[in-house]
């Protein structure tokens, strides 16, 4: 059985950083595609960042690209997505997903999702 927990969230000062994990079991994180998302209240859901287990690509939304870094470690089945320059509109509740494919597909639906993580950025 599938489960992603998500934590590292919090309040932070613009300009600050914090680094989300994504804690998984259920499956070989060598295998999937893991994505982070993010949604603010009144908003959609927007795609935050994905990597590939095929060759460890990485893929950003162009409003954090610079700023975030998704990495995993295998071998504790965690995903991480490092946020540095916190801007205030990074303020989110952010989630991490899954599904049993290997690629990150634009607009895909997810079939796996954590429970999210409150991110704060304000002074």
């Known amino acids: 059985q599938v489960h992603l927990v998500e934590s590292g969230g919090g309040l932070v000062q613009p300009g600050g950083s914090l680094r989300l994990s994504c804690a998984t079991s259920?499956?070989?994180?060598?295998?999937?595609?893991i994505a982070w998302f993010r949604q603010a209240p009144g908003t959609g859901r927007e795609g935050v960042s994905c990597?590939?287990?095929?060759?460890?690509?990485?893929y950003y939304a162009d409003s954090v690209k610079g700023r975030f870094t998704i990495s995993r470690d295998n071998a504790n089945d965690t995903v991480y997505l490092e946020m540095n320059s916190l801007k205030p509109e990074d303020s989110a509740v952010y989630h991490c997903?899954?599904?049993?494919?290997?690629?990150?597909?634009?607009?895909?639906?997810?079939?796996?999702w954590g429970q999210g993580t409150q991110v704060t950025v304000s002074s």
């Open positions: 259920g499956f070989s994180l060598d295998l999937y595609a």
């Open positions: 997903s899954t599904d049993q494919i290997p690629l990150c597909v634009p607009h895909y639906p997810w079939k796996w």
């Open positions: 990597i590939s287990p095929l060759d460890g690509s990485a």
